[in-house]
């Protein structure tokens, strides 16, 4: 019997290819070609399951030209790149690879808090293009991270972990808004308190985003929400581009109404809005928040089990709109 045919829409681990080339008939991108929607059609049209990351759009126009395919399982936790009621009314299955991602994720958003907040890249920068001459009382200095006050939007797993660093390592006071209150007894380990989203803002020395993109969520920062906050406070973004409007953001900077950021996602990425590359107080990355090696290959071990799992076994492992 032959076996089934899926793509792999984006350059991926050669260990995971071999892997899924025991069960399938691999086509896989691995030149890494950026490919128009209609491009990655032509190669999805007589495939029955493709690999996907978060940067490769499964939407109705492309589904009504791929009448073979059964699912789509994507290596990111966020899936807003699935439109998830054009592939359940095509039939088509979508998996997300949650859990295997969270502590390395927690781990840098905390990197870039510590960054901003206590201004490593900027004063990196200033030091490389050979500006210092001499030690001054007040060089670079920034917010203390230690005893402040922690506020994370969006208590998912990923923002739990976060907490508990803050909390347990750094004794932080954590507060945190979130679509629903978490339960006391992992409140009670997080040492986190639930607050009103305008509360946070206006209390909190350090803020962290951690919530998926979703219409609603789109701008959750914007120029009101910045203004509320302390002009000591720093900004996060581990979450998804689109939650921060980066120009109010960037104003903001600028202005001095906040006093540095960390952004690990931008609106329309890979390209970044120019106003942000010109304001010194913020750090900027490249969307690596999971990027450690052991947890990229977790998350692609993941994607590459619902594919088995639901194209030769029948039972995928984290379906979003089946089973
Ligand atoms: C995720 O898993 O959603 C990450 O953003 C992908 O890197």
């Not at 030091?127 to 001054?136: E, K, M, N, S, V």
């Not at 921060?244 to 609106?267: M, P, W, Y």
Request: include cysteine; glycine fraction near 8%.
């Amino acid at each position: 019997m032959s076996k089934p045919r899926i793509l792999i829409a984006r350059a991926m681990f050669p260990e995971t290819i071999e892997k899924l080339s025991e069960y399938f008939e691999v086509e896989s991108n691995q030149e890494d070609i950026a490919w128009s929607q209609d491009e990655f059609a032509r190669h999805l049209q007589d495939k029955q399951g493709v690999f996907t990351t978060g940067s490769d759009r499964i939407d109705a126009d492309l589904l009504a030209k791929c009448p073979q395919l059964k699912i789509c399982a994507n290596m990111a936790v966020g899936y807003n790149n699935f439109d998830l009621a054009a592939m359940t009314a095509a039939g088509v299955l979508g998996t997300n690879a949650p859990g295997v991602l969270n502590e390395t994720t927690a781990d840098f958003g905390f990197a870039l808090l510590m960054a901003a907040a206590r201004r490593v890249s900027e004063s990196e920068h200033w030091l490389r293009a050979g500006q210092w001459d001499r030690w001054r009382y007040d060089l670079f200095a920034g917010t203390d991270v230690h005893g402040s006050t922690l506020g994370i939007i969006g208590m998912g797993r990923i923002g739990q972990g976060i907490a508990r660093r803050g909390a347990h390592g750094f004794g932080m006071q954590v507060i945190y808004h979130n679509r629903s209150r978490l339960d006391a007894a992992t409140e009670a380990e997080c040492k986190a308190r639930y607050v009103s989203k305008e509360e946070l803002l206006r209390t909190a020395d350090h803020v962290v985003l951690v919530v998926p993109f979703t219409p609603e969520s789109r701008h959750t920062i914007g120029a009101s929400e910045l203004a509320m906050m302390k002009p000591t406070a720093t900004l996060v973004n581990v979450a998804r581009g689109g939650i921060v409007d980066d120009v109010a953001l960037a104003a903001a900077l600028k202005d001095k109404r906040i006093a540095a950021a960390g952004l690990d996602v931008f609106e329309g990425e890979p390209k970044v809005h120019p106003d942000l590359l010109t304001v010194p107080n913020i750090v900027l990355t490249p969307h690596i928040a999971s990027a450690s090696m052991a947890t990229r290959l977790a998350m692609a071990d993941l994607a590459a089990d619902n594919l088995i799992g639901f194209l030769i076994h029948g039972k995928p492992l984290t379906p979003l709109n089946q089973e």
